[in-house]
């Protein structure tokens, strides 16, 4: 038998039963930690998590994404700055907003353009439906690069 199916075989007598409060069974499990894993008596481990229970850890703190918190206030002041007098467009937004957490503004190419309006606009699949979408795709990227 294996670490985990030894600790798991000793944990059962510890977190069986019903009626139990939720402070009980997490009193229970506790004591039963100790045992199993540090090897402890009973005593020592009921000892042990009533100190626990004393004298609680301070919680964590909030994880963030990234490797800091963006404050919208000043995200929004300074997204406001770099669009003043611009026309508002999705890619001008964009690399507004990416400019401004310091977020690495990805350029999209023509390709990718394309692709995406494929993607987007597709209907039937079929070749001729191709050809219009890629013509017509095609007209939008020049009408959005001549902005």
Do not use: H
């Given at each position: 038998m294996g670490k985990r199916e030894a600790y798991n075989k000793c944990m059962s007598s510890?977190?069986?039963g019903t009626g139990k409060t939720k402070e009980q069974r997490q009193n229970d499990?506790?004591?039963?930690?100790?045992?199993?894993?540090?090897?402890?008596?009973?005593?020592?481990?009921?000892?042990?998590?009533?100190?626990?229970a004393l004298n609680p850890k301070p919680p964590k703190p909030n994880r963030t994404?990234?490797?800091?918190?963006?404050?919208?206030?000043?995200?929004?002041?300074?997204?406001?700055k770099a669009i003043d007098g611009t026309e508002i467009t999705l890619a001008t937004l964009t690399a507004s907003i990416a400019s401004c957490t310091g977020q690495k503004v990805?350029?999209?190419t023509r390709e990718r353009f394309i692709k995406k309006?494929?993607?987007e606009n597709a209907v039937t699949g079929d070749i001729k439906e191709a050809q219009k979408l890629r013509s017509m795709c095609t007209a939008k990227w020049k009408e959005q690069e001549a902005l």
């Amino acid at each position: 038998m294996g670490k985990r199916e030894a600790y798991n075989k000793c944990m059962s007598s510890f977190i069986r039963g019903t009626g139990k409060t939720k402070e009980q069974r997490q009193n229970d499990f506790c004591i039963g930690a100790k045992v199993c894993s540090k090897n402890v008596s009973r005593e020592e481990a009921t000892r042990l998590c009533a100190e626990a229970a004393l004298n609680p850890k301070p919680p964590k703190p909030n994880r963030t994404r990234g490797k800091c918190r963006i404050d919208v206030a000043t995200l929004s002041a300074c997204v406001l700055k770099a669009i003043d007098g611009t026309e508002i467009t999705l890619a001008t937004l964009t690399a507004s907003i990416a400019s401004c957490t310091g977020q690495k503004v990805e350029k999209s190419t023509r390709e990718r353009f394309i692709k995406k309006c494929f993607k987007e606009n597709a209907v039937t699949g079929d070749i001729k439906e191709a050809q219009k979408l890629r013509s017509m795709c095609t007209a939008k990227w020049k009408e959005q690069e001549a902005l």
